[in-house]
Structure formats: structure tokens, C-alpha cells
């Protein structure tokens, strides 16, 4: 149980386009999802939470416009990154949790931004 | 706040000799702690957590970790290291703003044959 996907797993993109990844919690209902921004031999960097049907609470540092957060149901959350460009390559980690006592983590997302 | 750090940014082992990670942490509140394995573009997954109750914490793979309250800290450790345990491992503990998760630096585990 628990599982979480995340798609597509690698994107590669022109600069100026847009990006969505989605976040799926595939067997638990998900109160609240989480993303994460992870460079090359880094730890990971919260960047938003959101909750079902409500606004995403943004990290200090992270552009609400740039990065956009929907959380429209309990099994989905997408991550819009809006007009790309190569400083915004890296690896996007999404999670779930249920109870918000414990996350459960997508198998992430490769984007690259040329 | 709380904070977490992990000591040594990369270890490094003979296959069967004993892994210690090494993850302090603070928190102004009990701390609900984790700690998490990252293989090569993947996502994390949970080895093993601690709540509340025994100290002594058993998770996957023959991965153990105590917490100690009174040193702050929550090492992680195997027996014997095998080939596939190599690998990024993360501490992490709860925040206590909205089940946020607040993450060590992360710490890279070489298993040499």
C-alpha cells in the first residue's frame, strides 16, 4: 500500500515552454501533497504544500507564479513549471500523506530545460 | 525549530562490515524521526521511523536505528553491509508546522567488495 507515481518520470523541454507533472497517490486518499526540488548530490528543498481544494502554501524563496500547485482532488497534485528555462532542470520529488504524520514519496521527476 | 544534521557527507564500508550513519537533530517538541534510502533517480523510501514508544527502531532491509533523547540523536545502522546498500540516506524529522518534514544533508554509503 501506500504508493505514490509521479509522471512523467523524464521531460525535456525547450526554453520559454511550459512543463505539468502529476503526482498520484495511487491507493490512499492524500489530505495534503508535498514538492520537493532536489539538485545533483543535494538534499531535498521543500518548495510547496498543498492541501485538497485549498491554495498552495509556498516556501520562502519560491515563485508562486513560476512554480504553479494544484491540488484539485484527493488522489492528485500537479506541479505547472511555467515558461522553462535551464536554471529550472533538476530533479522534482512529489509526496502524499494521509495523515500528516508520514510521507509517502513519488519515484520523481527529470526535467531538463534546454 | 527543529534542524537535523547528518555527520560525514559520505561513508564508506567493506561488504559485511558494520554501516553507521550518524543523524542529530533538534526539536522543541517530541520529534517523530526518519530515516530514508535514495537510490539513483528515485524517489526516497522509508527505511525506517520512530513515533513514540520503544527506542529501538527495526526497518527494512536489517536497518536499525535508536533514538536518544538525551543525546538528540537517532544513528542508523546494519550489521553487515551488503553490496546493495549502496545508496543516498536521508534523516529527517517532523516539523511541527503541518507535517512538513525537515531534511539532513544527506549521506552517501560506498559498500566496497
Known amino acids: 500500500g501506500a504508493v505514490v507515481s509521479q509522471h512523467p518520470s523524464r521531460v525535456i523541454c525547450k526554453s520559454g515552454t511550459s512543463v505539468k507533472i502529476e503526482c498520484r497517490s495511487l491507493?490512499?486518499?492524500?489530505?495534503?501533497m508535498f514538492w520537493y526540488r532536489q539538485f545533483p548530490k543535494q538534499s531535498l528543498m521543500l518548495m510547496a504544500t498543498s492541501n485538497e481544494g485549498s491554495k498552495a502554501t509556498y516556501e520562502q524563496g519560491v515563485e508562486k507564479d513560476k512554480f504553479l500547485i494544484n491540488h484539485a482532488s484527493l488522489t492528485l497534485s500537479t506541479l505547472t513549471v511555467t515558461s522553462a528555462h535551464p536554471e529550472d532542470s533538476s530533479f522534482y520529488i512529489c509526496?502524499?500523506?494521509?495523515?500528516?504524520?508520514?510521507?509517502?514519496f513519488g519515484p520523481g521527476t527529470r526535467l531538463t530545460v534546454l | 525549530a527543529q534542524s537535523v544534521t547528518q555527520l560525514g557527507s559520505h561513508v564508506s564500508v567493506s561488504e559485511g562490515a558494520l554501516v553507521l550513519l550518524r543523524c542529530n537533530y533538534s526539536s522543541s517538541v517530541p520529534p517523530y524521526l526518519f530515516w530514508y534510502v535514495q537510490y539513483p533517480n528515485q524517489g526516497l523510501q522509508l527505511l525506517l521511523k520512530y513515533t513514540t514508544g520503544a527506542t529501538l527502531v527495526k526497518g527494512i532491509n536489517g536497518f536499525e536505528a535508536e533514538f536518544k533523547k538525551s543525546e538528540t540523536s537517532f544513528h542508523l545502522t546494519k550489521p553487515s553491509a551488503h553490496m546493495s546498500d549502496a545508496a543516498e540516506y536521508f534523516c529527517?524529522?517532523?516539523?511541527?508546522?503541518?507535517?512538513?518534514?525537515?531534511f539532513g544533508q544527506g549521506t552517501e554509503l560506498s559498500v566496497k567488495p
Open positions: 491507493d490512499f486518499q492524500a489530505t495534503t
Open positions: 509526496s502524499a500523506s494521509a495523515t500528516g504524520y508520514e510521507q509517502f
Open positions: 529527517a524529522v517532523r516539523g511541527n508546522q503541518g507535517g512538513k518534514l525537515i
